[in-house]
């Protein structure tokens, strides 16, 4: 079996993995990146669309330039990257950590690593995880299963298409198969408002003359080879109303309902699990309960924009290398989540640093204000025009706001 | 009278365009100076950039390795914002056209696309192994 030592190992090769490794590197640490895929870039390769990198680069790119542009850096390093690898396992070995991988060129593989950075990213809910009922013919898709589909293999998954769920991976695939010459009969969403962000639902929706049913459900979908129709029922005060049911035809729907951290890998490894995130339980420096492991993007809570997927992958990579220098941070106050904040990312602020933290909403709310307390005492409050949970909320704390301190302190974050 | 939904912000402020009797537009529900432009504009000359991925043409003497997971798509945009009305005329073009890879990130397939000045280029460096 193939051995190798590195200092750090990143796993997943996407926007966290590059950047993380990235900033690993020029502090001065031997990386080697592990990615399953043929080439870098996970899921911004299918992500042909525009509107990526507004804060990182202050320009629009597409998904594959984003991508490229992080590679391209890549390259000018000494940074080692195996492609097509699949890790299987992660272990702790006396005090360094082990990586078991597989690959059809190297075969099995043994990497020693003193430190591990976790991107793997996220995956799509399906049609288990959200129970819709009916027959289970063909033509169901997740929405980014079809942007593969579509983007990546040139195949196009059907002509009369419904989206279930108006992620905005749903909206992006409307406006792409209607210029495939498809026909995108609607969009349904159980929430009374969308979950995508709005300039999708006009530059995707609208634009093509998309009807969006807000309050509705798919109740059942009809069809014994292939889709045929689906049947929508709309929801008034909670309800569903079923003398209001109604049918749409359809050969296709595609599904957009949702991200989930993908954490087998950290799972089988014994790294406690958030539920309010789906990813791992991490400290102010990023690190999950396996001493020397870090997680960054959207592996450790789902993103909306790339931009602050690499913000923070270069956080955990540099917190990766302070750790590895002897750094531990002397004390860590607990981060509690206030009314209408579904969490608060990470779970611990150090007071003797500056602390970047990531939020969302529960709530669609314009005027609201977000106040930070610190054992009850207002140390920040701010105004927001509007949130939505569809969109992150970001704040970074300065020590200074942090002073008074204890050692049982508990900092509370809420949206009034 | 025209509805629109501002998308500049987050906010997406509900706006209405209205034109007076010497045809000068009147923009309301904006609740910032970019949501009066973006209504005008968007009225006036409504744009998009063009995303697309047209099918990659390998070499004549490549021949595909058995199991081969080669990119069969190329990726391309628009260089800027291209006028809304005429993009079916774009995307009708791009669907007929093949690319002949390898090609690099910025090369150019089309120049002056339907004459507008903008042209298209690829996103993403496909080399062959």
């Known amino acids: 079996m193939k051995q190798l030592i590195f200092d750090a190992v990143v796993i997943g090769g996407g926007a966290a993995g590059m950047a993380a490794a990235l900033e690993l590197d020029s502090r001065g640490n031997s990386v080697l990146i592990l990615d399953r895929e043929e080439s870098l870039g996970g899921i911004l390769m299918q992500c042909i669309h525009n509107g990526f990198g507004l804060i990182e680069f202050d320009e629009e790119l597409t998904g594959p330039e984003f991508a490229q542009r992080f590679e391209e850096k890549l390259q000018t390093r000494n940074i080692q990257v195996l492609l097509k690898t699949m890790v299987l396992d992660i272990r702790e070995e006396n005090d360094h950590k082990v990586i ?153 729907v595609l599904l957009s309902v949702g991200l989930v951290p993908e954490n087998e890998l950290s799972r089988n490894a014994g790294i406690e699990i958030q539920p309010s995130t789906n990813g791992p339980w991490v400290d102010s420096m990023l690190m999950t309960t396996m001493p020397g492991v870090f997680a960054c993007g959207n592996v450790l809570h789902v993103h909306d924009l790339v931009d602050y997927v690499v913000e923070e992958a270069r956080r955990a990579g540099a917190n990766a290398s302070a750790w590895l220098s002897g750094y531990r941070p002397e004390r860590e106050i607990r981060v509690k989540t206030g009314s209408n904040i579904r969490y608060i990312m990470p779970m611990r602020v150090n007071p003797e640093r500056e602390n970047r933290l990531y939020m969302r909403a529960l709530v669609v709310k314009n005027d609201a204000r977000l106040d930070v307390r610190l054992d009850g005492t207002v140390v920040r409050s701010r105004k927001h025009a509007h949130v939505q949970p569809s969109e992150m909320l970001s704040l970074t704390l300065k020590p200074e706001e942090l002073a008074t301190a204890g050692r049982d302190s508990t900092l509370e974050i809420a949206l009034l | 009278m025209k509805e629109l939904i501002c998308i500049t912000c987050p906010m997406g402020c509900h706006l209405s365009i209205d034109s007076d009797e010497r045809g000068e537009l009147k923009v309301t529900g904006n609740r910032c100076i970019r949501g009066e432009q973006y209504a005008r504009e968007e009225v006036l000359n409504p744009k998009r950039v063009v995303t697309y991925t047209c099918e990659a043409l390998f070499p004549e003497d490549f021949s595909l390795a058995a199991g081969s997971e080669l990119v069969h798509r190329v990726p391309v945009r628009t260089t800027n914002a291209f006028p809304k009305e005429r993009i079916p005329e774009l995307i009708a073009t791009l669907r007929t056209l093949n690319i002949r890879i390898p090609v690099a990130r910025g090369d150019m397939v089309i120049k002056d696309a339907l004459g507008t000045g903008i042209d298209v280029i690829v996103t993403r460096t496909i080399a062959l192994e």
């Open chain 1, 100 to 252: 078991y991988a597989v690959s059809p060129k190297q075969g099995m593989m043994r990497i020693e690593a003193r430190a591990i950075v976790l991107a793997m990213g996220c995956r799509e809910r399906n049609r288990g995880n959200i129970r819709i009922p009916g027959t289970r013919p063909a033509g169901i898709y997740t929405a980014g299963l079809a942007q593969r589909l579509v983007n990546i293999e040139g195949y196009i998954p059907g002509k009369d298409v419904v989206i279930i769920g108006s992620g905005d991976i749903g909206l992006i695939m409307a406006r792409r198969m209607s210029w495939s010459g498809c026909k995108v009969h609607a969009v349904i969403e159980i929430l009374p408002y969308p979950s995508g962000l709005t300039r999708n639902i006009v530059q995707c929706l609208n634009d093509f003359g998309i009807p969006l049913y807000l309050s509705h459900l798919v109740t059942n979908i009809y069809g014994k080879d292939r889709v045929e129709g689906i049947e929508v029922t709309p929801i008034e005060a909670g309800a569903l109303m079923s003398e209001k049911a109604f049918r749409i035809e359809c050969d296709t």
